[in-house]
């Protein structure tokens, strides 16, 4: 099998038309993190929740775009707003739903303790500080990273 067993390439509309379709869905996650982003600056809890609910994985899961700190930054800010607007259960699922997807992210265990140390067992919330700090949070490190 040579060069002559590959398909041959899509034609140019094909292709302008999936990249638009892309464009437009990078350009709606985007602009959805920002509104959510400034709703959580203005401290507008439930309606920052909602505007990142969507795309807060979305975000994360854009290889192209930004590094891994802009979709930490997203996700996180939606856990915050989450448990801020007394959604703490949904955060509680969230974070750890990031964990077992990213078993070391010392910054998810301290975020889930202190969401367990609301809702409990008190004795979960301290395994999870003491597993952050296993990961390097508190230890004058950049935990986890």
Do not use: M
């Not at 390439?9 to 638009?20: I, N, R, S, Y």
């Not at 203005?42 to 590094?67: I, M, T, V």
């Not at 996700?75 to 964990?99: F, H, M, N, P, T």
């Amino acid at each position: 099998p040579g060069l002559a067993s590959l398909p041959a390439p899509p034609d140019g509309a094909a292709v302008g038309k999936a990249e638009a379709g892309v464009a437009r869905g990078l350009a709606w996650v985007l602009g959805q993190a920002a509104k959510g982003i400034e709703a959580y600056g203005r401290e507008e809890w439930a309606e920052a929740a909602a505007c990142l609910r969507p795309c807060a994985h979305q975000y994360a899961g854009l290889p192209a775009f930004g590094d891994a700190a802009d979709g930490e930054v997203v996700l996180y800010a939606y856990v915050d707003a989450l448990a801020r607007s007394g959604g703490l259960i949904a955060a509680r699922d969230e974070l750890c739903q990031r964990i077992a997807v990213e078993g070391n992210d010392a910054h998810a265990w301290v975020r889930l303790g202190l969401v367990l140390n609301v809702l409990g067992p008190q004795q979960v919330a301290r395994q999870a500080g003491y597993t952050a700090w296993q990961l390097g949070i508190g230890q004058g490190g950049l935990g986890g990273v």
